[in-house]
């Protein structure tokens, strides 16, 4: 069974910075790429970034680029969001997702906010 649990959500300050991380089990971690979505209230779910199996390939959404940065470490199949520069439009739950499974996460809150 495929599990993800986020962590690391909170209230934040505009230009302030928060990580996020994704533990992940019930599959062969290292195989797989992994992503981090957002959903902020009343709007889709919107793709924030990816990274590939063995780390070496990143993409990000346009909104986020230079800001965030995906990374993994497949020794402890985790993945994390580092999220620099905040704004309060990245107020949002962050989801980490399993394409190849489709499976998600529950979720974990960011709010900037002064």
């Known amino acids: 069974q495929v599990l993800l649990v986020e962590s690391g959500g909170g209230l934040v300050q505009p230009g302030g910075s928060l990580r996020l991380s994704c533990a992940a089990s019930?599959?062969?971690?290292?195989?797989?790429?992994m992503r981090w979505y957002r959903q902020a209230p009343g709007k889709e779910r919107e793709l924030v970034a990816g990274i590939s199996s063995g780390g070496g390939t990143t993409n990000y959404a346009d909104s986020v680029k230079g800001r965030f940065t995906i990374s993994r470490d497949n020794s402890k199949n985790m993945v994390y969001l580092q999220m620099n520069s905040l704004k309060p439009e990245d107020t949002a739950v962050y989801y980490c997702h399993a394409p190849r499974f489709g499976s998600w996460g529950q979720g974990t809150q960011v709010t900037v906010s002064s």
């Open positions: 019930g599959f062969t971690f290292v195989n797989y790429g």
